[in-house]
């Protein structure tokens, strides 16, 4: 389970299923597009990473 620290949400890693009620739940909505990664890797950006371990039961990410 990945939660969110601001709104709460929890998600589950290995799926994206979302356990949270978006009818009760008031954020703001924005566009979003899936591009293949080739395109992204062209621009003049490039996306940040962080590291991610996976220890016992539980997904580490430092940020």
Known sequence: ?????WQGWE???RTGQSFCD???????????TVEPGEALARGPLRA??????VE???LVIEV
């Open 48 to 53: 940040e990473t962080v590291p991610v371990a």
């Open 56 to 58: 016992q039961d539980y």
């Open 11 to 13: 998600f589950d890693i």
């Open 22 to 32: 978006p009818q009760g739940t008031f954020v703001k909505r924005y566009a979003v």
């Open 1 to 5: 389970m990945l939660r969110c620290p």
